[in-house]
C-alpha cells in the first residue's frame, strides 16, 4: 500500500508533464487529482492501521542502492506512525489543493504543467517523510526545494516571481548545507546512515567528543545543531525566514500547498524523526526552542500590519512553526507533531479562502481595498472564520488543543530556554488573535472599500500573477460584483473546515494523551529523563488561562480599530512612528541582508567578471590567444606581394638558416 501511495504522485507528474500537451488540460487535472485522491484515502488507512497499534515496519525497494567505500545505502520506505501523520497531512492538502486549483486556475494556460508541478512537489515530500536513512532523506530535501523554485516561480515571464524564486531557492542552499555537513557528521560517529543503526547508537554517544577547528566539542550537540541548520532553512526560522513572504509571489494553491503540508514543516518533521538523536544533545534542544520561540514572536509582531491578505497569512505561517520548534525543543516531540497535523488543516484553510477572496476580489490584494465581503461571498466567509478560531486557539477547535498544550510545556519544562519561549510565546497568542480578527474585519466587515477603488488601475492590477488574459478585460470597463467561488473551490473549503474545527478533539489523545506511548512506538524517542507530557497537565489553572485572555484581548483591539473606531490604526501608527516602520519593513531584515550580502555578492561577481574572467583569462587566454593569430595572419599576408624577387628572397633565408644549424648545431 506504501508503495502505491508514493507512487501515485509521481506517475501523475510524468502524465502530465510528458504528455499534457497531447492528453489536454482537463485529462491532465483529472489525472493529477484522481491520484492524489486515491493517494489521500489510502494514506487515511495507513493512519487508521496505526492508530489501532500497527507495528513500524520498512518496506524494502532498492537493496544496496549504492556503495560508496563505508556507504551502504539500501532505498526503502521507512512506515511507522510518525510517517502515517505526515501521510494524511501531505496527501490530503495536496489532493484538495489539486481540487481547489481546477476552479481557481481555470483561466490559466499552462495548467498541464502547474499540475505537474503540484504532482512532483507531493512526490518529493512523500520522498521526504517516507525515508529510512539519511541519503533518501536529503533525496526528498533537495526535491522539495527543486519543485517549490518551480512552483513559486510558476509565473516565469513576471520579474518579482523569478527573484522570489530565486530567493527560496538561495536562502534553502544555505540551511542544506548545514543540514549536509549534519548528515557528514551522524556518519562520521556512527560508520551509517541508516536510521535504525543511528538510532541504535545514539545512547553510547551522550559524551562523545569530536575535534573541530583546533578544539574539542561534543559530538551529538554539533551534529545536531548542523541538522537544525538545515531546518532553519526549510522551515522558515529566524535569520533564514526571508524566503517565505516572498513566496506568495506564486500561484494561491502553491502557497497553501507550501505553507500548510510540504516544505516548511520538513524542518519539523526532520528535528522529530531524530529525536533519538537530540534527546541526547540537551544544549542542541535549547537552541531550538529559542529559535523557535523568537520566530514565534517575531513573525506575529510582522503579520500585526502588513496589509497584503496572503503575506498576513504567511507571516502567521512563520509564527505557528515558531510554537512547533517549541514543543520539540522542550522534549515534546508529539507536541510539535500534533500543531503540526492541526496547523495543516486550519493554515490550507485560510490560504485557501484568501484564494477565494482574491479570485472573488478580481486578483486584488490588498485588504484596503476590500470590506464588506460577507455578504457577497458568504461560504468563504464562515470558512475563514473556522480558521481563524482554530489558529487564534478558541477553546474546542483544532489549534486550542496543539497550540495551549505547547505553552503548557515550556512553562513545565525546566530546560534552558524555556521560560523564554513561554512567554514570547504567550505574548505571540494575543498578537495572532489581533492580526487574525484584523484581517477578517478587513475584508469581510464594515463599508465595502473596493466600489472607489476598483475603477482605477492599481485596482485590477493582476497581484496573485494572473496574466489579464480577454476573460479579465471587461472589468476594466464594469464595476466590480463580487462573487462566490465555483464549487471545485468551495468543496476544498468545506472539508478543511471539519479538520480545522474537529482534528485537534479527535487524535489529542493519540499525540499527547492516554494513547500517545502506543500511537508513537518506534516512531518518536522519549528519554527516560523526559517527562515534560506528564508535567505539562500538572501547571496550575492560570496558565491555562493567560492564552484565553490575551485571545480575548486581541479580538477586543482588534474590534475597537477595524470595526468600532477606524481612524485609531492610523493614531497608532502616528504614536510610534519609528517603531510602526520597524515592524512594516519586516524588522529590516531583507534592507541588512542586502548590505551584508546581497551587494557584496554582486560586487564579488562584478569583479570577477570585468578584471577576471575579461582582464585575465579572456586577455590572456581565448581572446588573447585569437588577438594574437589575428596579428601574426596581419603581418604574414604582407609577404604575398606576387614579386618572384621577394619569394627567392625568403627562400635564400630559409637556405642560410638551415646550412648554420647544419653546420653549428647539426655536426657533432
Excluded at 505553507?259 to 514543516?265: E, G, I, N, Q
Excluded at 488574459?469 to 468551495?490: I, V
Excluded at 516602520?581 to 560586487?603: C, S
Aim: charged share 10%; with cysteine.
Amino acid at each position: 500500500m506504501i508503495t502505491v501511495v508514493v507512487a501515485l504522485p509521481l506517475l501523475g507528474f510524468l502524465i502530465a508533464g510528458l504528455f499534457g500537451k497531447q492528453i489536454g488540460v482537463r485529462a491532465s487535472e483529472l489525472v493529477t487529482t484522481t491520484f492524489l485522491m486515491v493517494s489521500a484515502v489510502l494514506s487515511w488507512v495507513l493512519f487508521i492501521q496505526h492508530a489501532l497499534g500497527s507495528q513500524p515496519e520498512s518496506v524494502s525497494l532498492i537493496t544496496n542502492w549504492f556503495t560508496v567505500g563505508a556507504v551502504k545505502v539500501d532505498w526503502a520506505l521507512r512506515v511507522d506512525a510518525l510517517t502515517a501523520v505526515m501521510l494524511v497531512v501531505v496527501n490530503t492538502v495536496s489532493a484538495l489543493v489539486h481540487l481547489y486549483s481546477m476552479g481557481y486556475m481555470h483561466e490559466d494556460p499552462a495548467r498541464p504543467r502547474f499540475f505537474a508541478y503540484l504532482s512532483l512537489f507531493t512526490f518529493a515530500m512523500l520522498m521526504l517523510v517516507t525515508a529510512d536513512n539519511l541519503v533518501q532523506m536529503f533525496f526528498g530535501w533537495e526535491g522539495v526545494g527543486l519543485a517549490s523554485y518551480l512552483l513559486i516561480g510558476f509565473w516565469y515571464y513576471k520579474p518579482s516571481a523569478n527573484a522570489a524564486a530565486i530567493k527560496a531557492f538561495v536562502v534553502n542552499r544555505v540551511g542544506d548545507f548545514g543540514f549536509l555537513l549534519g548528515i557528514f557528521t551522524v556518519f562520521m560517529i556512527t560508520q551509517s546512515v541508516s536510521f535504525e543503526t543511528i538510532f541504535a547508537s545514539a545512547p553510547g554517544l551522550a559524551n562523545k567528543s569530536i575535534h573541530v577547528f583546533g578544539h574539542d566539542f561534543d559530538a551529538m550537540t554539533v551534529a545536531c545543531l548542523l541538522l537544525f541548520m538545515g531546518a532553519m532553512g526549510k522551515s522558515a526560522q529566524f535569520l533564514l525566514h526571508t524566503w517565505l513572504p516572498d513566496a506568495m509571489e506564486g500561484p494561491t494553491p502553491v502557497s497553501a500547498l507550501i505553507h500548510a503540508a510540504t516544505m516548511v514543516t520538513a524542518g519539523v518533521f526532520m528535528v522529530a524523526r531524530l529525536s533519538p538523536l537530540f534527546e541526547q544533545a540537551p544544549i542542541a534542544l535549547a537552541f531550538v526552542t529559542i529559535v523557535g520561540a523568537t520566530t514565534c514572536f517575531f513573525a506575529a509582531t510582522i503579520g500585526c500590519v502588513q496589509n497584503d491578505i496572503k503575506r498576513v497569512i504567511a507571516y502567521s505561517t512563520c509564527s505557528q512553526l515558531g510554537y512547533m520548534f517549541v514543543g520539540l525543543g522542550v522534549g515534546g516531540y508529539g507536541l510539535g507533531v500534533f500543531h503540526l497535523f492541526t496547523h495543516a488543516f486550519f493554515k490550507a484553510l485560510l490560504f485557501l479562502c484568501a484564494g477565494s477572496v482574491i479570485h472573488a476580489m478580481h486578483h486584488e490584494q490588498d485588504m484596503r481595498h476590500m470590506g464588506g465581503l460577507r455578504t457577497k461571498i458568504p461560504v468563504t466567509f464562515w470558512t475563514m472564520l473556522i480558521g481563524t478560531c482554530a489558529l487564534v486557539g478558541f477553546p474546542l477547535t483544532s489549534g486550542y488543543f496543539s497550540k495551549d498544550a505547547i505553552i503548557e510545556a515550556a512553562f513545565a519544562s525546566h530546560r534552558t530556554g524555556a521560560l523564554y519561549a513561554y512567554v514570547l510565546t504567550t505574548v505571540a497568542v494575543g498578537l495572532t488573535s489581533f492580526y487574525s480578527f484584523r484581517l477578517t474585519f478587513m475584508t469581510f466587515c464594515g463599508a465595502p472599500r473596493w466600489q472607489a477603488t476598483h475603477g482605477d488601475d492599481h485596482a485590477i492590477a493582476t497581484h496573485d500573477g494572473h496574466d489579464a488574459h480577454a476573460s479579465h478585460d471587461d472589468h476594466h470597463a464594469h464595476a466590480l460584483d463580487p462573487h462566490e467561488s465555483p464549487k471545485t473551490m468551495l468543496v476544498p473549503l468545506l472539508v478543511l473546515s471539519v479538520g480545522a474545527l474537529f482534528a485537534g478533539a479527535a487524535f489529542s489523545s493519540h499525540f499527547i494523551g492516554e494513547s500517545q506511548a502506543e500511537f508513537w512506538k518506534g516512531a518518536i524517542f522519549y528519554g527516560p529523563d523526559n517527562h515534560i507530557l506528564h508535567d505539562m497537565e500538572e501547571v496550575p489553572v492560570v496558565v491555562k488561562w493567560i492564552p484565553m485572555l490575551l485571545l480575548a484581548g486581541g479580538f477586543l483591539v482588534a474590534c475597537y480599530g477595524y470595526l468600532w473606531r477606524p481612524s485609531a490604526p492610523a493614531a497608532w501608527a502616528r504614536t510610534a512612528p519609528g517603531l510602526y516602520r520597524f515592524v512594516l519593513n519586516k524588522w529590516y531584515f531583507d534592507e541588512l541582508y542586502d548590505v551584508l550580502f546581497v551587494k557584496p555578492a554582486f560586487w564579488i561577481g562584478r569583479v570577477l567578471w570585468h578584471r577576471g574572467d575579461q582582464g585575465i583569462i579572456d586577455r590572456f587566454g581565448p581572446d588573447g590567444v585569437s588577438a594574437s593569430v589575428v596579428v601574426v595572419t596581419r603581418q604574414a599576408v604582407k609577404l604575398q606581394s606576387g614579386y618572384i624577387y621577394h619569394y627567392a628572397f625568403a627562400m635564400l633565408i630559409g637556405v642560410t638558416v638551415f646550412i648554420t644549424w647544419y653546420l653549428v648545431g647539426g655536426v657533432r
